[in-house]
Nanobody
């Protein structure tokens, strides 16, 4: 098992940047594909980005491609989501998730472990 804790959320104006962090503990971090999802107010949880075990492959939702970057450091048991040029539609609770099986699957149900979420709000 792996335990996940997100941090770095907050309130920012449009055009700003935020970096979310997800720290993992428990089973070896490099056994997991890591992903970020978000749940906007009143909407379903949606896939944002995922990264393979050693970072060789990444995938992004079309809505964030070119603005968000996912990265990981297995030595630090941490995955990050760098969010640039943020827009109000990015407002959501952001979740970190771990998937024990490959390849990268954008479906939330394929991820085995989840963090508690961190709130991000983008408004002027």
């Amino acid at each position: 098992q792996v335990q996940l804790v997100e941090s770095g959320g907050g309130a920012v104006p449009p055009g700003a940047s935020l970096r979310l962090s997800c720290s993992a503990s428990g089973e070896a971090f490099d056994k997991y594909i890591m992903g970020w999802f978000r749940q906007p107010p009143g909407k379903e949880r949606e896939f944002i980005a995922a990264i393979s075990w050693y970072g060789g492959s990444t995938e992004y939702a079309d809505s964030v491609k070119g603005r968000f970057t996912i990265a990981r450091d297995n030595a630090k048991n941490t995955v990050w989501l760098q969010m640039n040029n943020m827009i109000p539609e990015d407002t959501a609770v952001y979740y970190c998730a771990a998937d024990h099986n490959g390849p990268i699957d954008r479906s939330a149900h394929s991820f085995d472990y989840w963090g508690q979420g961190t709130q991000v709000a983008v408004s002027s």
